[in-house]
């Protein structure tokens, strides 16, 4: 029997203008002959489906795109669901790069965590005369954030989305890994508890958190000191 590919929810964040809406409707609309939603009117959310294969593994991506952040009770729901977050800014907008600052305090801060998922996209590079933010300045703003870089420019074919595809594929990767550290962390606990146990006898002795191999290791030296006799 078939098992459903794994399932991951991702949201794009930017400023208007900054290009979301092109880099998602290419990405989902890649190798499908078609042009997707490029031409439709944008509603405040729309979230679009796209199987991608990573490494040798076919997954499900769900990806939202916010084309509209006014509405501040859907924008924090979109941050509680989703579990990566590609935070886009154009090359030719300094004030939509200065807002991913304020993307990622407010991920942090709603999730209430420390490290969350993410990879920050510049777009339009075919703009370069245009350009207003340097790719090391981008560079320097991921590694701050502990996460990966990409600049992207609109696509020439629709067949043609290999630097969106580096993005997603990044993104689900430290998904994964920050799930793995996090499986991790709770099993070295675990280990570190059952490595104990605790008991308590009533009166005056109170024996707690007396290690296992304390104990046989006192049952050991009672019954050698019985064979000496």
Known sequence: MSTLPQQYNL??????????????????A?????????????????????????????????????????YRALYEEYIRRREGFVLLYSITSRESFEALSTFRQDI???????????????????????????PQEGRALADSFGCSFFEAAPIRSWGD???????????????RRASKNEEDAQRRAEGTRSDRWCTHIPGPFVFCCIKVWDILRYGLCLKRSKGDR
């Open 108 to 134: 942090l801060r709603i999730k209430n965590e420390d490290f969350v998922p993410m990879v920050i996209v510049g777009t339009k590079r075919d703009l370069e005369s245009n350009r207003e933010v340097s």
């Open 30 to 70: 890649a190798n499908l002959g078609c042009e997707c939603q490029c031409d439709k009117k944008r509603t405040v959310d729309d979230s679009f489906r796209k199987h991608i294969v990573i490494g040798d593994e076919v997954v499900l991506l769900d990806i939202l795109d916010t084309t509209e952040c006014e």
């Open 161 to 175: 989305n290999e630097e969106q595809k580096a993005a997603f594929d990044e993104l689900v990767r430290c998904i």
């Open 11 to 28: 949201v794009v964040f930017g400023s208007p203008g900054s290009g979301k809406s092109l880099f998602v409707d290419r990405f989902i």
